[in-house]
């Protein structure tokens, strides 16, 4: 039995919005060096009377920077800033099975922005149903450190604050009744397919824990960590 593809989707979605999250911090140096280079030509144009007119008719170039600021600033759009859900985030593990994770957390607003890959056709009636907004939606990540670990997976937190996960858990992409109920780590879990191409799903109050694509030994590490 193989991994729901759905579920699998909407994880790496996530996973590839948290990346672009963090790689778009380091575009944010590059205005630096732009207001550097404007500032080195006009003392370049002060340097030559003789040479004044050609300089004069050269002096528009630099206001050309700025707008080499305004393509960073938009670029630094994703401002979503990692930990709206730290709580949620402390209940995953750090490390697990000998491998080390990066954790974040977004709240339903930050979802909706990063284009998260969450079934709302399935999810917006539940929401309603019992009386909750996106803004009751929480997710946590937990990444491997070293992205090239074939046997360190992820680890997904789906949270609405205050529904029992039982309630949600199809909307998150988790058909139970085609997964096998196990014990794993010490809790009863839901898992199919087996050995790094596996899902585990572990619901726990009103939070959805999933376990993907983890080798054996590190998600019942994992689950062993949760709560």
């Known amino acids: 039995m193989t991994p729901n593809r759905r579920l699998l989707a909407g994880a790496i979605g996530l996973a590839l919005a948290f990346a672009a999250c963090g790689g778009s911090t380091t575009a944010t140096g590059a205005p630096g060096a732009t207001a550097a280079a404007a500032t080195t030509a006009p003392s370049a144009a ?3 009377p003789s040479a004044a007119a050609p300089t004069a008719s050269e002096a528009p170039a ?17 401002s979503l800033a990692p930990g709206a859900a730290s709580d949620l985030e402390a209940m995953l593990p750090s ?21 998260a890959s969450i ?17 009751d939606v929480r997710v946590a990540i937990a990444a ?6 074939t046997e360190a997976g992820m ?18 992409g988790s058909d139970v009744s085609t997964m096998t109920k196990t014990s794993l780590g010490g809790k009863d879990v839901y898992s199919a397919g087996a050995g790094g191409m596996s899902a585990i799903v572990y619901p726990k109050n009103d939070v959805l824990f ?18």
Not at 63 to 77: N, R, V, Y
Not at 155 to 172: C, H, T
């Open 46 to 48: 002060t340097t030559g």
């Open 62 to 78: 630099p206001t050309d920077a700025p707008t080499a600021t305004d393509g960073t600033s938009t670029g630094a759009q994703p």
């Open 95 to 115: 490390e697990a099975g000998g491998v080390t994770y990066q954790k974040t957390s977004f709240d339903g607003s930050s979802l909706g922005a990063l284009g």
């Open 119 to 135: 079934d709302t056709a399935q999810l917006d009636p539940i929401l309603k149903a019992n009386g909750k907004t996106i803004n």
């Open 144 to 149: 491997p450190v070293d992205s090239a670990n």
């Open 155 to 172: 680890v997904v937190a789906f949270q609405i604050r205050g529904l029992d996960a039982s309630k949600f858990i199809q909307a998150m």
């Open 210 to 227: 999933e376990v993907l694509l983890a080798s054996d030994k590190v998600a019942e590490s994992i689950v062993s960590q949760l709560p």
